[in-house]
Nanobody
Framework: QVQLVESGGGLVQPGEPLRLSCAASGFTVDHYNIAWFRQAPGKEREGVACISAIGSTFSSNSTYYGPSVLGRFSISRDNVNNMVYLQMNSLKPEDTGVYFC???????????????????WGQGTQVTVSS
């Protein structure tokens, strides 16, 4: 059974960093496309970052980012511990939202980071950036 559990959310001040973790079970993270999404109140779910599966048809073990986080966020994968991380630097108030980890074995066009193509989701973790 595929399960994803996010952790690491919290309240931080603008400019501070935060690292989110996604613990995976029931599959190995290196063979799945893993993405982070976020959703702010009243807004649609937004693709933040993606790391493609090793051996993916489109791009093997590549990382992609949404335009609003490019250069500030970094996604990484720990194959030994079956974890995926999202390092968030220079946080802004507009980064506030619930952050979700998602996974799927086959994702078309992973660079688009589209939520509707991911089958497995975690429960989310709240990130609040405020002074």
């Amino acid at each position: 059974q595929v399960q994803l559990v996010e952790s690491g959310g919290g309240l931080v001040q603008p400019g501070e960093p935060l690292r989110l973790s996604c613990a995976a079970s029931g599959f190995t993270v290196d063979h799945y496309n893993i993405a982070w999404f976020r959703q702010a109140p009243g807004k649609e779910r937004e693709g933040v970052a993606c790391i493609s599966a090793i051996g993916s048809t489109f791009s093997s073990n590549s990382t992609y980012y949404g335009p609003s986080v490019l250069g500030r966020f970094s996604i990484s994968r720990d194959n030994v511990n079956n974890m995926v991380y999202l390092q968030m630097n220079s946080l802004k108030p507009e980064d506030t939202g619930v952050y979700f980890c998602a996974a799927d074995g086959h994702v078309p066009y992973p660079w688009l980071i589209l939520p509707n193509v991911y089958k497995h989701w975690g429960q989310g973790t709240q990130v609040t950036v405020s002074s």
